[in-house]
């Protein structure tokens, strides 16, 4: 089992920037992949970003060029970065992780607001 506590989001203006953390405990030495999802009003989950534990990561397009994904493997912490951000951007953004037997988590989400 592996429990995850988000921090960061809140409401920021347009083109400003926001930071996300997230500290998994209980079998991390388990833990493959770690990331952020979100999920907007009315639509579904969709990827942000993820990094594996070697420092492989994968962005979502519309993150691409905007956003920074980190982890630190012996914290087991997994940290967003985000900038330029939008009204689009909008939504409950979840951390996320895989472990090594294809198990997944999720955190109880932090809201991120955008204002234009």
């Known amino acids: 089992q592996v429990q995850l506590v988000e921090s960061g989001g809140g409401l920021v203006q347009a083109g400003g920037s926001l930071t996300l953390s997230c500290a998994a405990s209980?079998?991390?030495?388990?833990?493959?992949?770690m990331g952020w999802y979100r999920q907007a009003p009315g639509k579904r989950r969709e990827l942000v970003a993820t990094?594996?534990?070697?420092?492989?990561?994968n962005y979502a397009d519309f993150v691409k060029g905007r956003g920074t994904v980190s982890r630190d493997n012996a914290k087991a912490t997994v940290t967003l970065q985000m900038n330029n951000l939008k009204p689009e951007d909008t939504a409950v953004y979840y951390c996320?992780?895989?472990?090594?037997?294809?198990?997944?988590?999720w955190g109880q989400g932090t809201q991120v607001t955008v204002s234009s």
């Open positions: 996320y992780t895989l472990t090594q037997s294809i198990e997944t988590y």
């Open positions: 990094i594996r534990s070697g420092g492989s990561t």
């Open positions: 209980g079998s991390i030495r388990s833990i493959s992949v």
